[in-house]
């Protein structure tokens, strides 16, 4: 089961005096800031790429996302400076939909419930290996920030 567990890292950011923007989200480490559709959907290329090469052994075809909703982070929470890794560990069951989502670790309950939330409404095309459905454990990482 631990094969199957892959990292991945979202850093939800809102530049300071953009506050009307919204946040910002940089799918992978040193990447752009992007708005929440463009963000969504490079985090679902990213997801495509680094999955399929990480599957061990394999799935018969790639772990293909088909709905990724990134997780919000409200202006209230912004401005109480409420910062923070949320890493959580979810099963992706074999008819794509996400379930068990564990927080691992101890961080800001605020953030934890927002990205729980966030990953409760993602989809995935079925999951089959050897012909057979599968449920995957997989961690995922968010860090809020302000810049």
Request: proline share 10%; charged share 20%; with cysteine.
């Amino acid at each position: 089961m631990l094969r199957d567990i892959v990292v991945l890292v979202v850093v939800l950011a809102l530049s300071t005096g953009c506050e009307t923007r919204g946040p910002q989200y940089t799918v992978e480490r040193g990447g752009p800031s992007l708005q929440g559709q463009q963000a969504e959907r490079v985090l679902i290329e990213k997801i495509a790429q680094l999955l399929g090469k990480q599957i061990d052994p394999p799935l018969d075809k790639p772990l293909t996302a088909l709905s990724l909703h990134l997780p919000p982070y409200p202006e209230e929470v912004r401005r109480a400076n409420i910062t923070g890794k949320v890493r959580i560990r979810f099963k992706v069951q074999s008819n794509g939909t996400v379930s068990n989502p564990t927080i691992v670790g101890a961080p800001p309950p605020i953030l934890a419930a927002l990205v729980v939330g966030s990953m409760l409404s993602w989809r995935f095309e079925p999951i089959t290996r050897n012909g057979q459905p599968i449920d995957l454990w997989l961690i995922y990482e968010y860090v809020y920030v302000l810049k």
